[in-house]
């Protein structure tokens, strides 16, 4: 069963920036954190969780939500077990609460939440207007 734990949120300003991190553990016997492709994905007040962007096995490979293209850099340190986010440029639009997710499905970059296995606890992000 693997565990991620999230970390990095805050309270930012309109432009600031925040880097998000995601550690995972738990991963079984046999396995590597680099056998799973991973998400970020961001659910704010009374709307449903969405897709914020997505990183392969292969760490080149990666997708982003049309909001954040060009803000925010998704990458991840597998010797490390972590997962990053970094976000620039921050709007108010972008508060919510940031989850990073797990799967070995090959269809991870369509961002449906129901295709990752695995979820952290959220870390809230709030920019301030």
């Known amino acids: 069963q693997v565990q991620l734990v999230e970390s990095g949120g805050g309270l930012v300003q309109t432009g600031g920036s925040l880097r998000l991190s995601c550690a995972a553990s738990?991963?079984?016997?046999?396995?590597?954190?680099?056998?799973?492709?991973m998400g970020w994905f961001r659910q704010a007040p009374g709307k449903e969780r969405e897709f914020v962007a997505g990183?392969?096995?292969?760490?080149?490979?990666?997708n982003y939500a049309d909001s954040v293209k060009g803000r925010f850099t998704i990458s991840r340190v597998n010797a490390k077990n972590t997962l990053y986010l970094q976000m620039s440029s921050l709007k108010p639009e972008d508060t919510a609460v940031y989850y990073c997710?797990?799967?070995?499905?090959?269809?991870?970059?369509?961002?449906?939440?129901?295709?990752?296995?695995?979820w952290g606890q959220g870390t809230q992000v709030t920019v301030s207007s």
């Open positions: 738990g991963i079984a016997s046999g396995r590597m954190f680099s056998d799973y492709a």
């Open positions: 997710a797990a799967t070995q499905s090959a269809y991870y970059s369509r961002g449906r939440p129901s295709t990752y296995d695995y």
């Open positions: 990183i392969g096995w292969v760490i080149t490979t990666t």
